[in-house]
């Protein structure tokens, strides 16, 4: 009896053990996705293809340009889609030859001449000199009014708002833009950075064909281990308009961006993700699980 209760001591302990591992082992090989649109609102084309990559294919969070001339209509689109979640893309930057737009505030120190924003951060050897705001004696004061009125409005119009991110590295150039951007994301309470995530090289621009394309990212797919995962891309159509958009750039802005949109809804990508189990999450869902 006394030898029957040693062992009955060692293998309960032992059996509760092997019960719990498989969840345990199930919850650390999880392999989570965020795919992430960014620029919505900049144009007609990329408010279409940020949907569609939603409705018909991986996309769980797009990142939207309160400021761009196309935001009325992405902000009817996201209360249409309330599934899909939306960050705020702050914006400094206009920075396409044949579309401008500018603040949504009187802000003279980060404004040219005619009331657009400059068009990059850095200096750019192709563009005129002085297209860039680092060029100019910027004040951090109209920096964070027109931040601030890009946030509140997107939080009046958007739906379903759940973290802030920088278009064209905007809060990079200068440890006072990032601290500013840190402090309005704690107000706000919409972060700003995604800890822990991987970048997945899923798309190769240089890949001169839509099947070459395709083999890279389901091959990228295929590659991918545990873990938290993110791939930021640009989705639009080849339209008329977004030819126009990028005509002036030395390679097929339209086509490229076409076959993001096009492999962000490919079936034989999907069904690579399906097979593999790889989890689709937003930003949200992100940020809920870390509460």
Known sequence: MRRLSRVFRLVVPCAVLFLLSPVVHSQDASIRLIIRGDDMGFSHSANLAAIKAYKDGIMRSVEVIVPGPWFPEAGRMLRENPGLDAGVHLDLTSEWQN???GPLTHVPSISTSEGKFYATIWPDKDLPPHSDLRSVAWDLADVEKELRAQIELAKKELPN????????GCLNDDPRLRSLGKRLAQEYGLPLELEGARD???????DNNYAAKQGTMIAALEKMGPGLWLVIEHPALDSPEMRAVGNGHDWNIAQEREDITRLLTD????QVIARRHIQLISYGDYYRKQR
């Open 99 to 101: 579309l401008k737009w």
């Open 161 to 168: 708002l759940t973290h802030l991110s920088e278009h064209m």
């Open 200 to 206: 997945l090289p899923a798309f190769n621009p240089s």
């Open 267 to 270: 079936e034989r990508v999907k």
